[in-house]
């Protein structure tokens, strides 16, 4: 998924600066006589700069995905594929109940598509080429209405919230670390020394990438939901259809860049347990397909044609 990893590396670059200025900028209010820690307004200064480092990620989404793919918005419709990518996207947005987002293309030969947005009215939905290229349009109509579920879902909000928390405490613990190492270790109790610095610089970072996998498990289980209103805008049997067909491709030898395996709907992982799997942002395909086969939905498939070319 790749609005998510790319809210997590911008979040954890804010959250290590922010521990910097913390660290430099708290020093008189959180720390007591004797070098000890004021437990009660340190956790106060992380909440403030753990929920302004996940908010800065959120409003920084959107541009930082059209930058990174670099995905070319469809303002004026050049083709008639363009038009249909369009009028799709405004047809199942009206029936998601969200305003029209934004919608663009972007070059990569793997079937592939995200969604991002700092909230569901003012979101940015991409396609990739190739999923233009080898998918029928009931599947990239499915694909569409999983990526508009996300946004219709507020799946983005509340990732930022859950990041804000998980933001916090890593910085609260990270500082109880750097005083514990700066104390017990090198025996400063003169007020925190270089230890202390250093330490949590290192703890940020350490248990900032531990607690994403807080995050992919949320991801994960958004995933479902995602699929569902895939299903229900644009047809059950379509969105199990689309998940098949990326399926096949992620079983091909001769995988596009691993860079590229992140986004949105195509990254999933196989059965079972690996230490991985907790950084997974999906949910293997077979058991999203398994999901979506028990749900009890009309399989009503819209009849959009043959292939796009």
Same mark, same amino acid.
């Given at each position: ?14 959250? +290590? ?5 913390? #660290?430099?900028?708290?020093? =008189?209010?959180?720390?007591? +006589? &004797?070098? =000890? ?32 793919? =670099?995905? %070319? ?23 998601? &109940? ?8 972007? $070059? #990569?030969? %793997? ?5 991002? =947005? ?9 396609? #990739? ?46 500082? *109880?670390? @750097? ?12 007020? $925190? ?11 940020? *970072? ?19 939901r995602a699929d569902e209103a895939g299903a229900r805008l644009a047809g059950k049997q379509s969105m199990i259809n689309a998940l098949r067909r990326l399926q096949a491709e992620h079983d091909m030898p001769d995988q596009m860049p691993a860079e590229m395996t992140a986004l949105?709907?195509?990254?999933? %992982? ?12 999906? $949910? ?15 399989? %009503? +498939? $819209?009849?959009? @044609?043959?292939?796009?070319?």
């Amino acid at each position: 998924m790749f609005r998510i990893v790319l809210f997590l590396l911008t979040n954890l670059a804010i959250v +290590v600066v922010a521990g910097i200025i913390l #660290s430099v900028l708290g020093v =008189g209010s959180t720390h007591t +006589v &004797g070098n =000890g820690l004021n437990l009660s307004n340190l956790l106060v200064m992380c909440f403030v700069f753990g929920m302004v480092g996940s908010l800065i990620s959120l409003f920084m989404s959107k541009w930082l995905a059209k930058r990174t793919t =670099g995905t %070319q918005l469809i303002e004026t419709p050049r083709s008639a594929e363009e038009r249909w990518l369009l009028d799709t996207v405004a047809e199942l947005s009206q029936k998601a &109940g969200i305003k029209m987002p934004e919608v663009g293309i972007f $070059p #990569s030969f %793997q079937s592939n598509a995200f969604a991002t =947005g700092w909230n569901k009215n003012a979101a940015l939905v991409a396609v #990739s080429s190739g999923l233009l290229d080898r998918m029928s349009r009931d599947e990239v109509r499915a694909v569409l209405g999983h990526e508009i579920g996300h946004v219709a879902n507020g799946d983005m909000v509340t990732l930022s919230l859950i990041q804000g928390v998980v933001n916090t405490f890593v910085m609260f613990f990270s500082r *109880i670390i @750097g005083n514990f190492v700066d104390r017990v270790i090198f025996k400063n109790e003169d007020g $925190p020394g270089i230890a202390y610095f250093v330490t949590s610089i290192i703890a940020d *970072i350490v248990l900032g990438i531990l607690a994403s996998t807080i995050v992919m498990w949320f991801s994960r289980r958004r995933e479902f939901r995602a699929d569902e209103a895939g299903a229900r805008l644009a047809g059950k049997q379509s969105m199990i259809n689309a998940l098949r067909r990326l399926q096949a491709e992620h079983d091909m030898p001769d995988q596009m860049p691993a860079e590229m395996t992140a986004l949105a709907i195509t990254e999933g %992982q196989r059965e079972g347990f690996s230490l991985a799997k907790l950084f997974a942002s999906h $949910p293997a395909i077979e058991t999203r397909i398994a999901a979506l086969e028990a749900l009890q939905i009309p399989d %009503q +498939v $819209p009849n959009h @044609g043959a292939l796009w070319r």
